[in-house]
Each structure stands twice: as C-alpha cells, then as structure tokens.
C-alpha cells in the first residue's frame, strides 16, 4: 500500500491552556521545597519556593521600570541564574522576552534590539571575547549621560535604558541590584492582577533565526507555543520532580529555554547549568557531583564530552535520558552515548526555532535502530507532512520538504508580515526547508537541507549574511560562503572571495576583518581567492559545486 507522508501525534494528554507565569505557580505550589535551579559557576541554588520570590520580586521591578504586558525585552547574556529569572519574571509580567544570542557583535545586536522594538535590554559586563559594556558603549555613546530609564538615543529610538549583570554597572546603566530595590514600588496584588489579564495565546518571546535573505528574523513565540514544547518533550523523557537535568545548551536558544527550562519547570525538574558556556570538563562534573539523570546537548557537545581525557574519572551512572538535537545526530555517537555515557533512554529531537523548537521525537519504546537512525515520529497534537516541489505530499519512503503544523507552530516573524508569508502557508503549514522522509511506521529521516543554511557547532550560519558582511571590504568585489564537512565543529565555514582588480589581501587579513565586527562562529575558516564562480547558465551560483571543490582541495574526507 502506498500511504501518503503525512502523520498526526498522539492526542491523549490535553494541551496547557494557561501561561507560563500559572505554570509556574503550580508547580511552586506542588513542589516548593524542592531543589528548581543550580547555578554552578555562580554557586547558586534555589529551592522552588526560592526562585518564585526572585521571579516575582523581579516580575514586580519589570512593572516598576514601566514595562507594559506585550512590550520587548532584551536579554544579551550568556547562562546564569538571571536569564532564568528573568525569562520567568517577563513571563509573568506579559513583557516580550527578546533573545539575543550572546555572541552577536554590534550590527547584529543593533538590528535585533531595532527590528523587535526593545524597551530595555539586559546584558552581562563581558564573557570571554565579549566586551559587552564596551560595545554599547560604542552603540549608544548618550548612555552613559543618560538618567536611568530616560535613555534617547537616535540609533535605537524606543530604547528606554540598560541593566547590567555586572558587579560594576557603567554609567547610565541600571544594575540588577537596584532593579530588584524597585519591586517595593509594585504590590504582590498588583502583579497577580497583572497575570490574570494575559492570554496564553499571546506573544512572550521573539527568538532570533537568521533568514536565508541575510537578516535574521525573529520567531514570535506565545506563552501556548513554547509552554507546551517544553511540557511535551519532558513528557517524552518522562520527567518527573525527581529528575535533575544538565542543561549546558544556550539558553538564548529554545534549546536551553524550552526544552530545558519549561521541560523542568512543567515537571518540577531540577534546571543544573554547569557554566555559563559550554565546556565539557564542567558538564561532566555537573553530571558526576549533582547525580543528574538527564543530559542535553547537540551532537557536537556529545562527541566533546565522549572524547575528553577526564571522562573515564567521573561517575555518570546516575544518568538515564537526554537529548541529542540541533543537528544531524551520528549514529556512532547515538551509540556511544547509550553506551558509555549510560543514558539508556536518550532520545533525538527534531525541529526548529519556528516550531517551538521540537516537531518529531524518538519516544522511549522505540528500538535502537530507530531510536539512532531516526528523528523520530511526530510530536503528540502535531502533524507532519512531507511534500514535493508543488506542494503535493509524496509517497512514504519518498524524500520532500518536511512540513509541521498544530499549536507549536509560531505565531509568525516579528514585524515581517512577508517572510511569514513564505515560511507559514495558508493552512498554517510551517515549510522547514529540511528535506525527509517517512517510513511505513511514521518514523522520519532527515536527509538534507534544501537552503544553504550552514550549521557550525550547533550555531546557525547563513551564508547570506556572511557573505553580505565580507562585502563590506573595499577590497572584495564577490564573495559566496559554504559549508564543508568538520570533524570538530560539523561544519565549517569556506568563503570563495573574487577581489576587485588590482586589489590583493591576505586571508588572515580578511579574517582579522571579521574580528569584533560579526560574531566569532561566522568567521570563515578557509578563504579562497578565485576569478569566477561555478555557475549554472540561468547565472546561478552552483554552491554544491563548490562544496564539491573545496572538500577536494582541503582534502576533507566524508563519511
Ligand atoms: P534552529 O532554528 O536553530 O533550531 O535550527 C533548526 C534547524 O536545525 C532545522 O531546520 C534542521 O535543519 C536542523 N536540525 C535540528 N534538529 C535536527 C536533527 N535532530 N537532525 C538533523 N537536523 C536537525
């Protein structure tokens, strides 16, 4: 029988019709006195009864700074326990989360805080390379004259001011100390009030997905869309207050937000972040000492943790389950997670950012063949299709555009009534732009992906906006940007360059060009001076040709 490649999820358990801030105060109410958040490089830890008086004291500061519900918030940090608080604390306030990832530079800080239209933004003092009271010191040189809240800057009109995480908060920036000191002008009653007019089909995140036009888009997200994720993926791994999930994924992320906070906070597991970026000696300390039952991670966090010399030194036997997602999950590593890692139950997540994240899932009764091959089967309350060039669903076994639809599915992008016309169809039918197939038993492969999207250590590069960025050197007259296979990373990024005549520049040049101007991960590894592209005779780039190319030359081998 030739069944079409279309399935619908399970539908026995009832969707949460409520925000996330009720979500949150049921669980507080079930399981205050157990342990919600462990901060490890902060030596932070909150009970659940702790972390409802953070939340709601800085709910009630939001309020105080004159944050109205719908209105946007910026959060430019990497992991720690105030991006937690604060993603609760705008959620109970109605206030619009923004996610901004913390190793955006200025450009691509600006054109996030811009295009969502922020109020306030919070942001850590510096991480690493980041200098992040230095870069918006140079974004908004009014700032440090500015009194608080009453910011006016000409780059970013409707921004109202800055909080700092730091111990040293510039000037005109407000630190978060003092924001908590606000909360006494907002009354406990006033912010139940407030709560009880939200809606849960009412935006309360825009999460930032660079578009293959160049410019990232934001996903609008509501309290209903990523609650529910969050909600349906624990339920796969069977979480439950007795769990204690690891969760070195960013949180700017829906990884580490989603599935990792709202999969905890629907579950009353406990939310471990072993450091503040991912670091494989911490996340397996994290495991051994917090006796974790579950781990997450993409595929190259994985291999990282598999290959550390220490590995060997640590107890994970306490673990059980996690998530491998993000990117294609290698079969081997599936099996050296089970394995050696002991997380007999591990499962693969699929999806994207505009879908909430997760669309399919390897469920725990799955065989291992299945449970290592595939991306699973459709997510319970949702549909999968997988469709042609026309749109017609093809065949089982036939490869198409996987397509998702039902309550995860964004609200559409923020401010870009076209490019959610093109990602969502009339049906509502988010088109992926993966390419899969369906097997007889509904279980979904992905093969491929039909845009250029580069995913380099689990971080989205689009070459579009590499490409747009290279442009801007005088000396560079055409540039087009792939992907090619990595051992490390998964992918790595090789930029063909054609100058402008005349013109020479070493690569390291080009590279150094990158520095503090577009975030680290987008740099190219490799650059290639050329004459011409590969091109079609309609004047089409042919990037598969010159993936072909430079695989060859840079003497990759593929697997
Ligand atoms: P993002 O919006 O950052 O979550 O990236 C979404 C993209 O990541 C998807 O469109 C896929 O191309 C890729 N992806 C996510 N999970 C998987 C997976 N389990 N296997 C293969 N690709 C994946």
């Known amino acids: 029988m030739n069944l079409p490649s279309y399935t619908c999820g399970a539908q026995e358990q009832p969707l949460l019709a409520m925000t996330i801030g009720a979500a949150f ?25 702790e972390l409802a008086a953070a939340v709601d004291r800085c709910a009630r500061a939001f309020i105080a700074l004159g944050l109205q519900p719908g209105e946007r918030l910026g959060i430019w940090a990497p992991n720690r326990a105030e991006w937690t608080i604060a993603q609760f604390a705008s959620a109970k306030a109605g206030v619009v989360l923004v996610n901004i990832n913390p190793a955006y530079r200025l450009s691509e800080l600006e054109y996030a805080l811009k295009q969502s ?30 009194a608080i809240g009453a910011l006016q ?28 000191a606000l909360a006494e002008q907002v009354g406990a009653e006033q912010l139940r009030e407030c709560g009880e007019r939200l809606q849960f089909d009412e935006p309360i995140n825009i999460q930032y997905t660079s578009g293959t036009t160049g410019f990232p888009k934001g996903a609008t997200l509501s309290h209903y869309n990523i609650l529910n994720n969050g909600y349906l993926v624990g339920e796969s791994l069977g979480l439950s207050e007795h769990d204690r999930l690891v969760i070195p994924v960013p949180l700017y992320h829906c990884f580490g937000m989603v599935m990792g906070n709202l999969g905890c906070l629907t ?37 990282a943790m598999l290959d550390h010399p220490e590995r060997g030194g640590f107890d994970l036997s306490s673990l059980r389950t996690g998530i491998m997602a993000g990117a294609t999950c290698p079969i081997e590593v599936m099996k050296r997670v089970i394995a050696e890692m002991h997380m007999k139950e591990v499962q693969i997540a699929y999806g994207m950012t505009e879908t909430s994240p997760v669309s399919t899932q390897t469920g725990p009764s799955d065989d291992l063949e299945r449970r290592v091959t595939s991306v699973g089967r459709t997510q319970p309350h949702l549909e999968s299709k997988i469709v042609d060039e026309h749109g017609r669903i093809v065949p089982r076994g036939t490869i198409g555009e996987l397509c998702t ?19 969502l169809d009339g049906a509502r ?47 560079v007259a055409d540039v087009q940007v792939i992907g090619v296979p990595d051992s490390k ?19 390291e040049a080009l590279r150094s060009y990158c520095k503090g101007r577009i975030a680290h991960f987008k740099t190219p590894r490799h650059i290639k001076f050329v004459d011409d592209f590969p091109m079609t005779i309609s004047g089409k780039v042919q990037k598969f040709r010159m993936r072909e190319i430079s695989v060859l030359e840079l003497g990759i081998s593929q697997h």
């Not at 049921?26 to 399981?31: C, E, G, I, K, Q």
Request: proline fraction near 5%; aromatic fraction near 10%; charge should be negative.
């Open 489 to 507: 990373y998964g992918e790595e990024i090789v930029a063909w360059v054609k100058l402008h005549p005349g013109q020479a520049v070493e690569p």
């Open 117 to 146: 239209g922020c109020r306030w933004l919070i942001c850590a003092d510096t991480f690493k390379s980041s200098d992040y009271h230095g870069m918006l010191g140079e974004l908004l040189p009014e700032l440090a004259a500015s």
């Open 405 to 423: 639809r039902g309550y995860s599915v964004m609200l559409g992008y923020w401010n870009n009534p076209e490019a959610t016309r093109e990602a």
């Open 25 to 49: 105060d049921r669980t507080v109410a079930r399981f205050a006195e157990r342990e919600a958040l462990v901060v490890r490089e902060q030596g932070l830890r909150f009970t659940w009864a």
């Open 153 to 180: 800057s000409h780059m970013l009109p409707e921004l109202r001011g800055v909080i700092s995480l730091g111990a040293q908060p510039a000037d005109g920036m407000l630190g978060w100390q003092q924001l908590q």
């Open 429 to 475: 039918w988010m088109h992926t732009g993966d390419l899969a197939t369906m097997d007889a038993e509904g279980y979904i492969r992905i093969v491929g992906r039909n845009k250029d999207m580069i995913i380099r250590g689990g971080e989205n590069v689009y070459p579009r906006e590499v490409e747009e960025f290279l442009f801007t050197h005088p000396a």
């Open 267 to 303: 579950h009353g597991t406990t939310m471990i972040y072993p450091s503040a970026a991912f670091e494989p000696l911490a996340a397996l300390q994290a495991v051994a000492e917090e006796r974790a039952s579950a781990l997450y991670g993409v595929p190259t966090m994985f291999i």
